[in-house]
């Protein structure tokens, strides 16, 4: 065998093989072996640095051959290793990486082949790995002029072809329409048999910058280019021109292109395709026509990302194919929108408290739920959250759930349900990875023990009224809520009695302190009122009697029909009836009794939820209702001392005989914000009733006519 010691010995085939000593090592050297050629074959052997090196296989070290600019660093050239891998690698690294094409996202390379849709953002199919894709794309402000752009690559040949669909299924060419088209190749190339606009792509520029194309934005001239540039792998300004090209450049053209989106009505739904169509098939107008798109929108006929499941899904990701994207996305019909088909909802049991004779309901608050909802998958899309391991599909991703319930009016916020948390109405299990929904299902929330947590009410709404909220989305605009029956719910969680009020202090979420015997006057007052002096907060109000109502920590004249069923599933008595039953300008009152702690003729009233204006006095009759025309009256007394003294009325008004019903005692009023702080002088010192406490009435009344509607959410005694 040859050596570097014996390089013209014969060479010993092995067995099978030709026979020993019937060839040489000069068989093996350049120009048919032998002669000069062996220094050349030793070198090209034995080089320990450059072994196979490129001039022993007539790499040429100068360019042009025979010519001065040096290559090889034998002659002084950039290329640093002889071999031709050294060439290969140094030379390779001089070239740009090839760009992306549209619909595709390589984070190496430079461009970006997604396109941006619209104003404030959009939603879109895409998948999480190296190749990125665009499909059925939903403009989020349906009435604004909506432009998109994005990178085009090749940006010189095919036909770049915008198609719009009203159902997103682009394959059906009854709902799809060709929207834009653009030839982006010269006008002289482009086929006589394709009739929509030209780029005018101009063949002597290609190694400069080409004029921008604007379109028209008539019939399918709607999409403009600029940036019309050779692909550089360094774009890098040099004495006011690009660096020369050499080996910096691919041939084919990038640009940026526009979209003109035209505004369309509220009422209108719809999404877009584009589709990057190669020269070699688009070379007519029944090419690129909807009608052609279910037999031909194939690999072979498009740059752009190809649809195996006509949704824009590149053929190397296996890993998503398995599921049918419009199943999980598509578009709303201008026919079809997500709407709540049905929805019961009862208390579960988590126990209940009575204010004035209405049962309420109590935190934490926990309920059953059955909610169906139609049309809510086919027009949506799955967000990718992970419950347990359970995962849906998430290569459409929103922060929005598709069903969510909304605790606003219990002082909560939204509590969102995912597709896994929901199931097709009848089914025994809800969605998962393998059970996906499909866009005819009816979804439904079935739950017999739905609670949340995050109630925390400081007031409710008037009435005592508060709802839980249904919102379901569709991708294109803001949620849609249908409202629940109404619960009468209480915030304050006791058991009993209850603690929620003190000596000083009415939030008006129990009755306990509603002028109880533990307040009895000094000996020689009477007790007021008599004969009793224990409010029954279970008892139902009646027709004539004189009792105010507490309800939802609020403090209202009585008159809602708590039996309907829009209160269910406690149902109530009838204050309609109550208020209907009452003569005309009835009064009704909350008495309390506060300990002012020591012996006080002094003091101030903190009122919340009542304006000023609606227990001002008016010019003295005696008539306490009728010297009150805002429909509230606001009273102080001193038991077995003073009359009740008009905290709406200024000190002194009409007289200063305390002793006397209905005189003026106020001696100044604080706003603060949504509160008022009175100050009064009642002339005469509350008193030691003989267990340590100093006993303090005040009535708050509502009469009927102008004080039905008024309400009090919390008032306090306070030293002066």
């Keep these: 065998m040859p050596s570097p010691k014996t390089p013209l010995a014969a060479v010993s085939p092995g067995p099978g093989k030709l026979p020993a000593g019937t060839v040489t090592a000069s068989a093996f050297l350049f120009l048919g072996g032998g002669g000069g050629s062996s220094a050349a ?16 296989i007539g790499v040429n070290p100068f360019y042009p051959p025979g010519g001065t600019i040096p290559v090889l660093s034998s002659v002084g050239g950039p290329v640093d290793g002889e071999s031709v891998l050294d060439f290969i690698n140094q030379a390779k690294d001089l070239f740009p990486i090839r760009p992306d094409k549209l619909g595709f996202d390589n984070l190496a390379v430079p461009n970006f082949g997604i396109p941006a849709w619209g104003l404030g953002g959009s939603r879109g199919a895409y998948t999480n790995g190296t190749n990125a894709v665009f499909s059925h794309f939903i ?43 653009l030839w982006l190749g010269s006008t002289a190339n482009k086929p006589v048999a394709l009739t929509c606009p030209s780029a005018n792509f101009d063949e002597t520029l290609r190694e400069g910058l080409q004029l921008n194309y604007v379109a028209a934005n008539v019939g399918l001239d709607k999409t403009s280019l600029t940036f019309r540039l050779p692909y550089l792998k360094d774009y890098t300004p040099f004495g006011g021109a690009y660096v020369a090209y050499d080996v910096n450049f691919f041939s084919y053209q990038l640009a940026t292109f526009s979209l003109f989106q035209v505004a369309y009505g509220a009422g209108a739904h719809g999404s877009y395709l584009i589709v990057h169509w190669k020269e070699t098939y688009a070379d007519s107008d029944a090419t690129i026509a909807p009608a052609a798109m279910a037999a031909n929108y194939l690999v072979g006929n498009v740059y752009s990302a190809y649809p195996p499941d006509y949704d824009a899904v590149p053929v190397d990701t296996a890993g998503i194919q398995s599921i049918n994207r419009r199943y999980v996305f598509r578009d709303a019909l201008s026919a079809t929108v997500p709407s709540v088909f049905s929805w019961t909802c009862v208390e579960s049991p988590v126990g209940t408290i009575s204010l004035s004779g209405v049962a309420h309901y109590r935190s934490p608050m926990s309920f059953g739920t059955d909610l169906r909802v139609d049309n809510l998958v086919g027009n949506g899309w799955l967000p990718g959250v992970t419950p347990s391991g359970a995962l849906l599909p998430a290569d459409f991703v929103t922060a929005r759930n598709p069903v969510s319930y909304d605790f606003t009016d219990f002082g909560g916020t939204l509590e969102g349900l995912a597709y896994y948390q929901l199931r097709q109405t009848g089914a025994g299990a809800t969605y998962t990875n393998t059970a ?27 009435g005592g009224g508060a709802r839980v909220l249904v919102n379901v989305y569709r991708p294109e605009t803001t949620a849609s809520g249908t409202s629940s029956l109404l619960f009468l719910y209480n915030s304050w969680p006791q058991t009993g009695v209850g603690t929620s009020s003190t000596a000083t202090f009415e939030p008006f979420r129990d009755e306990r302190f509603r002028y109880l015997s533990a307040f009895a006057p000094i000996p020689t007052a009477a007790i007021e009122p008599a004969p009793a002096d224990l409010y029954l907060s279970a008892a139902a109000i ?47 009152l909350h008495r309390r009794a506060y300990n002012t702690g020591i012996a006080r003729n002094t003091g101030k009233i903190r009122i919340r939820g009542l304006a000023l204006s609606a227990f001002t006095g008016a010019p003295f009759t005696g008539d306490p209702i009728a010297d009150h025309p805002g429909g509230a009256i606001l009273f102080v007394k001193v038991p077995g001392a003073s009359g009740f003294l008009d905290l709406g009325r200024a000190y002194g008004d009409p007289d200063l005989n305390f002793a006397l019903d209905f005189r003026g005692c106020q001696t100044g009023v604080l706003v603060s914000g949504p509160e008022l702080i009175i100050s009064y002088n009642t002339s005469f010192f509350t008193g030691d009733n003989g267990a340590g406490e100093f006993p303090l009435f005040m009535d708050i009344g509502f009469v009927k006519g102008a004080g039905t509607g008024l309400s009090v959410d919390e008032v306090e005694w306070l030293p002066p």
Aim: hydrophobic share 45%; aromatic share 8%; proline share 8%.
């Design 436 to 462: 996906a929904p499909l866009p005819a299902d009816q979804v439904q929330h079935l739950d017999p023990a739905f609670s949340y947590l995050g109630i925390s009410v400081p007031h409710t709404p008037t």
């Design 139 to 181: 403009t989020t402000n349906p009435a604004a002029v909506v432009p998109t752009t994005g990178t085009l690559y090749p940006a010189d040949r095919g036909v770049l072809a915008v198609y719009f669909s009203t159902d997103g299924d682009f394959l059906n060419a009854g709902t799809t329409t060709l929207y834009s088209a």
């Design 542 to 588: 009646v027709a004539g009697s004189r009792d105010a109502q507490v309800i939802g920590d609020q403090l209202v004249y009585p008159r809602v029909n708590y039996s309907l069923a829009a209160y269910h599933p406690l149902g109530g008595p009838n204050y309609a009836a109550v208020l209907a039953a009452d003569v005309a300008s009835h009064l009704r």
């Design 41 to 56: 074959l030793l070198a090209h052997i034995t080089d320990a640095v450059d072994a196979h090196m490129a001039s022993a």
